[in-house]
């Protein structure tokens, strides 16, 4: 996705998550959570990510609060959230790395293949323009000659 695109996907996501969304704004996010896997990996992280948010920001208002702090369950509380959320970044972020090589990988299989039977399939010697003969044409006799 362009960031043009990821920006407009997040604001849909925002949107729908916020229940904010119109009839068409919905169908539309709908429609791009149908095109690919992709979507709706980022969709699933995105609301994951908003709740930890959520929690989290529900955490330091009440730490904020006049006369409080966190108490020790909280604090742990949120200690684990985020170090969940680090986790978890970790994690998408390797994935993606990993698909991206997998993908090079096929990239350049599909690639080499298509030069082989490109070189296979041509009969001219690419440097020199002149035609090249199989095996058998130089082994056989012309028996035009005598």
């Known amino acids: 996705m362009t960031p043009n695109e990821e920006q407009y996907f997040f604001d849909l996501a925002t949107k729908v998550i916020a229940k904010r969304a119109t009839r068409d704004?919905?169908?539309e996010?709908?429609?791009?959570?149908?095109?690919?896997?992709?979507?709706?990996?980022?969709f699933e992280m995105f609301k994951t990510d908003l709740t930890l948010a959520k929690d989290i920001l529900s955490?330091?208002?009440a730490s904020e609060a006049e006369g409080a702090g966190l108490s020790e369950p909280q604090l742990?509380?949120?200690?684990?959230?985020v170090s969940w959320l680090a986790v978890q970044t970790k994690k998408k972020k390797a994935k993606r790395i990993i698909r991206l090589i997998?993908?090079?990988?096929?990239?350049?299989?599909?690639?080499?293949?298509?030069?082989y039977i490109y070189v296979s399939s041509?009969?001219?010697?690419?440097?020199?323009?002149?035609?090249?003969?199989?095996?058998?044409?130089?082994?056989?006799?012309?028996?035009?000659n005598k």
């Open 25 to 27: 704004e919905a169908r």
């Open 102 to 115: 997998l993908i090079s990988i096929g990239l350049l299989i599909v690639a080499a293949v298509a030069i």
């Open 76 to 81: 742990s509380r949120l200690k684990d959230e």
């Open 59 to 61: 955490l330091v208002d």
């Open 29 to 42: 996010f709908e429609v791009l959570l149908n095109q690919s896997a992709e979507h709706r990996d980022r």
């Open 122 to 144: 041509t009969r001219t010697d690419t440097l020199t323009g002149a035609d090249m003969k199989t095996p058998d044409e130089v082994i056989k006799p012309n028996p035009n």
